[in-house]
């Protein structure tokens, strides 16, 4: 089963940019790939939805904000986020996601912390 490991979260101001990196254990090519975002108390939230072919899909929060994006070669999937504001602050996660309300294929990895705050 494919894991992912998250990293490049950390502290920005808002209006501030991040971009955050998940790297799979194998190959994800042939797979749709999703971020998403868990605030405490709270479930994880579907955020932005990578197609194999590269399409993209994302929640209207951060339409226009954020940019998801992927490199098949390196098993890598990014996030870039722009004009962060504080309600992002979240701990962010890649999956592969089921659709339907369903549980994500994959187990969650660690993920990886955003804060954002002045």
């Known amino acids: 089963q494919v894991q992912f490991v998250e990293s490049g979260g950390g502290w920005v101001q808002p209006g501030g940019s991040l971009r955050i990196s998940c790297t799979a254990s194998g190959a994800i090519d042939r797979k749709i790939v999703a971020w998403y975002r868990q605030t405490p108390g709270s479930q994880h939230n579907l955020l932005a939805v990578i197609g194999v072919g590269g399409t993209a899909n994302y929640v209207d929060s951060v339409m226009g904000r954020f940019t998801i994006s992927r490199d098949n070669a390196q098993n890598t999937v990014y996030l870039q986020m722009n004009n962060l504001k504080p309600e992002d602050t979240a701990v962010y996660y890649c999956?592969?996601?089921?659709?339907?309300?369903?549980?994500?294929?994959?187990?969650w990895g660690q993920g990886t912390q955003v804060t954002v705050s002045s």
């Open positions: 999956n592969l996601p089921a659709g339907g309300g369903a549980a994500p294929y994959a187990n």
